[in-house]
């Protein structure tokens, strides 16, 4: 499927996201639902001090990740990130499955989201059907991203800044209940770690289940790198956005761990909430409401209502332009590689749309149905972990096994190869370990829903190898200035002297 990507034929995306913009996609893809309703059930599983290990081992295997993909980045900014990286310094399979993979996850993903916004209006307004709102986010998310790139980004940058607002004014509440400023207990200190069985409660099976949790926490901060492609001045604003960023991440995540541990015990009940059905359990809810705020619930339901509808715009724009990518590589129909005057792959919005429209509809169709869809996405994101650690173990490799330095590239990652080695094997950790009881208990719906992402990977992967014969590329084969079909293609703005 391979064609003449000329951008007189098929126009280019535009440099439109500005710094600010690239920082925020991070930050915000990172901070949704998982640290807002289920952070609280990582306590409960391992401890407070078995939580914190926990999230810090993931913090720093997203850090290693995320420096990964901006020495790739920075080097050659590609709109279809790692999966375009997975073609050019893996195999033209592996560039195949990991973007069909992403594309699908985005596709899935959006539609959960939609749902979820009718269930959080509910809160307010029990007696008008969800669907309907959750037809007119829909409509919204689609118009967000019809327009322009600088429209979904000035849109996720606000819709972020709400969510670290409310972490920034959730730390400091918490370290005023905890030193007994408010909340009129008197001062908390640290006496829940060490209540009955803290700080660590199950010892490392705990931890490794927190692991699980925490890795899902994380997902969405790949997303840098499809906006990478995107950003004006790339070279310096990517390394910028990932260095402040993951601090960002891992203090906001880790403060609000601590901080929910310290005032709320492991044994507490309502840390195994998990759903926006619970926002009134919410750990976030509960201190709030401890400090004296009495409209806790609806000020937190409504930060969850940003958050979600934030994933949804991220994952509409993340899923776009992976199928775009897709296109312009020569594994996907050759119009879903055409972008509009604005800079916008309007087929690719297009089809994804529809799709997440049909995906939306299952629910009333057949709950099951639904189930399995939404289970094909359950480990996406983190396949994607392993394909951005896979590519920048062989990009480095075959940089230097053509005799280039190490001080030609504008940003390098930490820690080589350790860094990609170690992301590697714990993302696989976090595949293999996703279900286990399910497998002990040979609960084969269980397995199916929790794994389903795995075996359409393989398939995505075995198809194109079969079909097409491809094998990994030589080290001295890769070709660090073209895609592996010898097509070149640049974001409007970009000239071929920076590649």
Known sequence: MAENNSKGEQGSVKRGLKSRHLSMIA?????????????????????????????????????????SLAEMATYLPLTGSFAAYADKYLSPAMGFAFGWNYWLNGALTVPVEITTVGLIMNFWLPHVPAWVFSGVAFILIFLINYLTVRSYGETEFWLALVKVVTVVIFLIVGVL?????????????LSNFTYKQAPFVHGVPGVISVLLVAGFSFQGTEMIGIAAGETENPEKSVPEAIKSTFWRILLFYIFTIFIIACVLPYTN???????????????????????????????????????????????????????????REGYAWRWLGYVNKRGVPIYGLLVTTVIGILVWLTQFIGPDAYNYLIGA???????????????????????????????????????????????????????????????????????????????????????????????????????????????????????????
């Open 177 to 189: 209940v905890i030193l007994g400023i408010m909340g009129g207990q008197g001062p908390i200190g």
């Open 269 to 327: 009940k309502n840390l195994l909430s998990s759903s926006v059905s619970d926002i009134v359990t919410s750990p976030f809810t509960l201190i709030f409401k401890r400090a004296g705020l009495a409209a806790a619930a609806s000020v937190m339901n409504a930060v969850i209502l940003v958050a979600v509808l934030s994933s949804a715009n991220s994952w509409m724009y993340a899923s776009t332009r992976m199928l775009f990518s897709q296109a």
């Open 27 to 67: 930050l915000g893809g990172s901070i949704g639902t998982g640290l807002f309703i289920a952070s609280g059930s990582a306590i409960t599983t391992a401890g407070p001090g078995g939580a914190l290990v926990g999230y810090i081992i993931i913090g720093i295997m997203v850090y290693f990740l995320m420096t």
């Open 377 to 499: 996405s359950g480990l996406c994101g983190v396949i994607a972990w392993v394909g951005i650690a896979a590519a920048h173990y062989r990009f480095r490799k075959a940089f230097l096994a053509q005799g280039h330095d190490v001080s030609e590239l504008k940003y390098h990652a930490g820690l080589y190869p350790f860094g990609p080695i170690f992301s590697f094997i714990l993302c696989i950790v976090i595949i293999v370990f996703q279900n286990m009881d399910a497998f002990i208990q040979l609960d084969w719906k269980n397995i199916a829903i929790t794994y389903l992402s795995v075996p359409i990977f393989l398939i995505y992967y075995l198809y194109y190898k079969f079909k097409y014969g491809s094998k990994m590329i030589p080290l001295d084969q890769v070709d660090f200035s073209h895609n592996s079909r010898g097509e070149q293609y640049h974001p409007e703005g970009e000239d071929d002297s920076q590649n």
